[in-house]
């Protein structure tokens, strides 16, 4: 029987608990004499631990009781180090820094009190980080033996990736200010340390006239410092020259994502201009080490994206996922590329089981956009669909499994993942499409994709769902208000009023909206067009929201809003509030009744 259009669950599908159980993630590889060190985060118990290998050996580091990750930024990034004998970490409780030798399971608090530290490297017997205090950034260092702290940096709004070279006579950073987000302008700067020991005056390198978006600072072993930046067009590596930043050669495509979180490695300098990076070709990820003679090595394997690179004389390290196998943790023998699985890269579902992803690229308005289609791997010929709307808006969705995706294929929908025009992914020009376009061109993606599949012939245009989280989630209830091309829609902890959202959220996005939509006191007749809860009269499908109640980011004031709006004129709507969640669930339990209660909902408009 068909479950889309069924009465009683079919216990042969891939349960919402089984989709849930299967989203172990991994982040933030580093590599050292001592071993590969990750972090893994399990929804069952909604923490996140250290993980080492070592010999051919993994182990869990993090004792009970505490959960690396940092809150600075809200979503963090570089949440742990090393040092030769020991790790430091940002404890997620109190978000203080703490030291745990390696041989040890009591870790020893380095810091106390309410500021918040991210980015985190260690040099020298000093660990150098990014500070949050309140609204308050700067950077910092702080020593080892005895938690003396020294401010490096401060005065700009932001600060990321504190980098000092292999000889400790420089420290370079990225920074910037408010209105710009760190995908839209930021500056590089260095500081040399003084006969003295004390650090100079700070000086840019680059950046800083808005044209570039600069990310991950490298030295190699020689000393020579390397950069990220876009300024060609493409998030590139370009090498420092005496004749200032050079680019290097490298496909014409974006060799990083958005930064919305610190720590990310996609790219690693090996030495006299060669690099290790990964990038996209046509939609698909590629893992490629570029040598000093020109040539590129591919060490892709069957994998299809690629993060948090890592390396040492043996090995690359890498997060990967493909089509068919989740998130893990490997290791490629840099001599014969075989690949060795160190954790994770589980199937959840058998191979002939698994919807794989096509790559879509098709025209919307004076444009085109891009994503992936999942056929329905268990229904009708033209079935129902679900466009997917990723967060950000300048985020990303990649051709790898998703436990999520398959729970709708696996019921009678097919599903089509957007890279909406203000995507990363594309380039600088695709990213910066959506100034001063929210709500309309990503509105438009959205709604195009579900005539070029009908045309197709792959779907129902008649039974088109949209569900969004975060910026997803506004672009859902533009998309419902705005235009008539969905039977129903799922808003997860998504905008329904803008300005709201600038006066409620926290620093690190109090401004994107300047960008997205426009000054709020010049502008604001765009902002009362694109504001959905202006607007709820206009939605006249079901319409079903999740929100949690700690989130900082989309206050639930909002949600509560839009849903009483929504039911006050008698739209059949749901809401589903989570007491212990913030911006993006984690918890196993609610993951899944999320999932489970936007399909019945979905079945319900469906049957009625």
Same mark, same amino acid.
């Given at each position: 029987?068909?479950?889309?259009?069924?009465?009683? @669950?079919?216990?042969?599908?891939?349960?919402?608990?089984?989709?849930?159980?299967?989203?172990?993630?991994?982040?933030?590889?580093?590599?050292?004499?001592?071993?590969?060190?990750?972090?893994?985060?399990? @929804?069952?118990?909604?923490?996140?631990?250290?993980?080492?290998?070592?010999?051919?050996?993994?182990?869990?580091?993090?004792?009970?009781?505490?959960?690396?990750?940092?809150?600075?930024?809200?979503?963090?990034?570089?949440?742990?180090?090393?040092?030769?004998? =020991?790790?430091?970490?940002?404890?997620? *409780?109190?978000?203080?820094?703490?030291?745990?030798?390696?041989?040890?399971? &009591?870790?020893?608090?380095?810091?106390?009190?309410?500021?918040?530290?991210?980015?985190?490297?260690?040099?020298?017997?000093?660990?150098?980080?990014?500070?949050?205090?309140?609204?308050?950034?700067?950077?910092?260092?702080?020593?080892? *033996?005895?938690?003396?702290?020294?401010?490096?940096?401060?005065? =700009?709004?932001?600060? =990321?990736?504190?980098?000092?070279?292999?000889?400790?006579?420089?420290?370079?950073?990225?920074?910037?200010?408010?209105?710009?987000?760190?995908?839209?302008?930021?500056?590089?700067?260095?500081?040399?340390?003084?006969?003295?020991?004390?650090?100079?005056?700070?000086?840019?390198?680059?950046?800083?006239?808005?044209?570039?978006?600069?990310?991950?600072?490298?030295?190699?072993?020689?000393?020579?410092?390397?950069?990220?930046?876009?300024?060609?067009?493409?998030?590139?590596?370009?090498?420092?020259?005496?004749?200032?930043?050079? !680019?290097?050669? %490298?496909?014409?495509?974006?060799?990083?994502?958005?930064?919305?979180?610190?720590?990310?490695?996609?790219?690693?300098?090996?030495?006299?201009?060669?690099?290790?990076?990964?990038?996209?070709?046509?939609?698909?990820?590629?893992? +490629?080490?570029?040598? &000093?003679?020109?040539?590129?090595?591919?060490?892709?394997?069957?994998?299809?994206?690629?993060?948090?690179? %890592?390396?040492?004389?043996?090995?690359?390290?890498?997060?990967?996922?493909?089509?068919?196998?989740? *998130?893990?943790?490997?290791?490629?023998?840099?001599?014969?590329?075989?690949?060795?699985?160190?954790?994770?890269?589980?199937? #959840?579902?058998?191979?002939?089981?698994?919807?794989? #992803?096509?790559?879509?690229?098709?025209?919307?308005?004076?444009?085109?956009?891009?994503?992936?289609?999942? #056929?329905?791997?268990?229904?009708?010929?033209?079935?129902?669909?679900?466009?997917?709307?990723?967060?950000?808006?300048?985020?990303?969705?990649?051709?790898?499994?998703?436990?999520?995706?398959?729970?709708?294929?696996?019921?009678?929908?097919?599903? %089509?993942?957007?890279?909406?025009?203000?995507?990363? +992914?594309?380039?600088? /020009?695709?990213?910066?499409?959506?100034?001063?376009?929210?709500?309309?061109?990503?509105?438009?993606?959205?709604?195009?994709?579900?005539?070029?599949?009908?045309?197709?012939?792959?779907?129902?245009?008649?039974?088109?769902?949209?569900?969004?989280?975060?910026?997803?989630?506004?672009?859902?209830?533009?998309?419902? =208000?705005?235009?008539?091309?969905?039977?129903?829609?799922?808003?997860?902890?998504?905008?329904?009023?803008?300005? !709201?959202? /600038?006066?409620?959220?926290?620093?690190?996005?109090?401004?994107?909206? $300047?960008?997205?939509?426009?000054?709020?006191?010049?502008?604001?007749?765009?902002?009362?067009?694109? &504001?959905?809860?202006?607007?709820?009269?206009?939605?006249?499908? @079901?319409?079903?929201?999740?929100?949690?109640?700690?989130? *900082?980011?989309?206050?639930?004031?909002? &949600?509560?809003?839009?849903? $009483?709006?929504?039911?006050?004129?008698?739209?059949?709507?749901?809401?589903?509030?989570?007491?212990?969640?913030?911006?993006?669930?984690?918890?196993?339990?609610?993951?899944?009744?999320?999932?489970?209660?936007?399909?019945?909902?979905?079945?319900?408009?469906?049957?009625?």
């Amino acid at each position: 029987m068909n479950e889309t259009h069924g009465s009683s @669950p079919n216990p042969d599908l891939f349960s919402a608990a089984q989709a849930v159980a299967a989203g172990v993630d991994f982040s933030e590889l580093s590599v050292s004499a001592a071993g590969l060190f990750w972090i893994e985060f399990r @929804p069952q118990d909604a923490a996140s631990r250290i993980w080492r290998w070592s010999n051919g050996l993994t182990a869990c580091l993090t004792p009970e009781g505490f959960s690396v990750r940092t809150r600075v930024y809200e979503y963090g990034g570089g949440s742990f180090c090393l040092t030769d004998d =020991a790790l430091v970490f940002v404890n997620e *409780a109190d978000q203080q820094l703490y030291l745990q030798p390696f041989d040890s399971i &009591t870790p020893q608090p380095l810091t106390q009190g309410d500021r918040r530290f991210a980015d985190l490297s260690v040099a020298r017997g000093q660990v150098f980080a990014v500070e949050e205090d309140q609204d308050t950034h700067r950077l910092v260092s702080i020593d080892l *033996a005895d938690g003396r702290r020294e401010v490096l940096a401060e005065g =700009a709004d932001f600060y =990321a990736a504190p980098t000092l070279s292999p000889d400790g006579e420089r420290l370079v950073w990225i920074e910037w200010w408010r209105p710009h987000q760190p995908w839209t302008s930021t500056r590089l700067l260095s500081v040399e340390r003084l006969a003295d020991g004390t650090w100079g005056r700070a000086h840019c390198l680059a950046g800083g006239l808005g044209l570039e978006a600069l990310q991950q600072p490298r030295f190699d072993e020689q000393g020579t410092l390397y950069c990220i930046t876009d300024r060609g067009g493409f998030w590139q590596p370009w090498v420092e020259t005496l004749d200032g930043f050079k !680019a290097l050669p %490298a496909a014409k495509a974006d060799h990083a994502g958005a930064p919305w979180q610190m720590g990310a490695s996609s790219w690693l300098p090996t030495g006299d201009n060669g690099y290790l990076a990964t990038w996209s070709e046509n939609g698909v990820g590629v893992l +490629g080490l570029h040598r &000093t003679d020109g040539s590129v090595d591919d060490f892709s394997s069957d994998y299809s994206r690629f993060r948090s690179l %890592a390396m040492d004389d043996q090995y690359i390290y890498c997060i990967a996922a493909s089509a068919v196998s989740l *998130a893990a943790v490997i290791a490629i023998n840099r001599q014969d590329k075989t690949v060795q699985l160190l954790a994770g890269g589980v199937t #959840p579902l058998p191979a002939e089981r698994i919807s794989r #992803p096509q790559t879509l690229r098709y025209p919307s308005g004076s444009g085109e956009a891009h994503g992936y289609f999942y #056929p329905v791997m268990n229904g009708d010929a033209k079935p129902p669909l679900v466009v997917f709307v990723h967060g950000g808006p300048t985020s990303a969705c990649y051709p790898v499994l998703d436990p999520r995706i398959q729970f709708w294929t696996q019921r009678g929908f097919a599903v %089509a993942d957007l890279n909406y025009r203000g995507s990363t +992914g594309y380039g600088r /020009a695709y990213r910066q499409a959506l100034f001063l376009e929210w709500g309309a061109v990503d509105v438009e993606d959205a709604c195009a994709v579900v005539g070029h599949l009908a045309e197709r012939g792959l779907i129902d245009p008649n039974k088109a769902f949209i569900r969004g989280s975060s910026a997803g989630g506004y672009t859902t209830l533009c998309a419902l =208000a705005f235009k008539d091309v969905f039977r129903a829609g799922a808003s997860l902890y998504g905008v329904s009023d803008p300005l !709201a959202l /600038a006066e409620a959220t926290h620093k690190f996005e109090a401004d994107y909206l $300047d960008w997205l939509i426009g000054d709020p006191d010049i502008d604001m007749a765009r902002y009362k067009e694109r &504001t959905p809860l202006l607007h709820a009269d206009r939605i006249k499908v @079901p319409v079903i929201f999740f929100q949690g109640e700690l989130d *900082a980011v989309v206050v639930p004031a909002q &949600t509560r809003d839009m849903l $009483d709006a929504l039911r006050e004129r008698g739209i059949p709507s749901e809401g589903h509030f989570y007491p212990e969640e913030r911006h993006g669930f984690r918890k196993a339990e609610n993951l899944a009744h999320a999932l489970e209660s936007e399909w019945a909902f979905y079945r319900k408009v469906i049957d009625s």
